[in-house]
């Protein structure tokens, strides 16, 4: 059971480059997410998707890009890489109705370490 | 600015003895509230939740109780063992199963054998 799949597990940016950050789930889950960690200041919220076709903005969303056009897969684009986004990327997904998210929460994948220099 | 806050960064324990994590949040509109513990260089797990209709949730050695009058929970730990060790992350949504949840910046529990 793979569950959350992050690739690549780390990547050296130069800044200006683009790249993808791969994210897919094998347990059908309608919601997922993107979040970024920083030191000190927890995970917060890049760009989530309700279902395959459906994405918008969270409390970070500058910088990024993500589409969603199938249910397992949720990449997320930067699109000209900042030393500003130098940080840890979490992927997460949810089963998204009541007694899913409460019994189970989110399903987070192991992270991408991004450093952009 | 910071809608859930963990002021504690770090906190010792001996083994066998009780933990006690700490959050508060500012956003009245919360509802749902969640514990995630993370190992390094692994993402978050789940590890207990509560609603805002209750005021303790129970499972195994976890216990979290809600305050919304003090808009304060907290995470219970009982009896602490070694592979606690993590750190935890307290979580709000505003609507379940929604996509904005917002995080705390973390507490680091050592166990101490």
């Known amino acids: 059971n793979a569950g959350v799949t992050q690739t690549p597990k780390f990547q050296v940016l130069k800044t200006g480059q683009s790249m993808t950050l791969q994210c897919a789930q094998d347990?059908?889950?309608?919601?997922m997410s993107w979040y970024r960690q920083d030191p000190g200041m927890g995970l917060r919220l890049i760009h989530y998707?309700?279902?395959?076709?459906?994405?918008d903005q969270g409390e970070v969303p500058n910088g990024y890009n993500v589409s969603r056009s199938t249910t397992e897969d949720f990449p997320l684009r930067l699109l000209s890489a900042a030393p500003s986004q130098t940080s840890v990327y979490f992927c997460?997904?949810?089963?998204?109705?009541?007694?899913?998210?409460?019994?189970?929460?989110?399903?987070f994948g192991s992270g991408t370490r991004l450093t952009v220099v | 600015d910071q809608q859930v806050k963990q002021n504690s960064p770090s906190l010792s324990v001996q083994e066998g003895r009780i933990s006690i994590l700490n959050c508060d949040y500012t956003?009245?509109?919360?509802?749902?509230f969640l514990w995630y513990k993370k190992y390094p260089a692994e993402g978050p797990t789940f590890l207990i939740s509560?609603?805002?209709?209750?005021d303790k949730n129970e499972d195994g050695r976890f216990t979290v109780f809600l305050n919304k009058s003090a808009k304060h929970l907290s995470l219970h730990i009982v009896p602490s063992q070694p592979g606690d060790s993590a750190v935890y992350f307290c979580a709000a949504s505003a609507k379940s199963g929604a996509n904005n949840l917002f995080f705390g910046t973390g507490t680091r529990l050592t166990v101490i054998p």
């Open positions: 997460a997904s949810s089963g998204g109705q009541d007694s899913l998210f409460f019994n189970y929460g989110y399903t």
């Open positions: 347990m059908n889950h309608e919601y």
């Open positions: 998707s309700v279902g395959a076709g459906i994405t």
């Open positions: 956003n009245s509109m919360f509802d749902y």
């Open positions: 509560i609603s805002s209709i209750k």
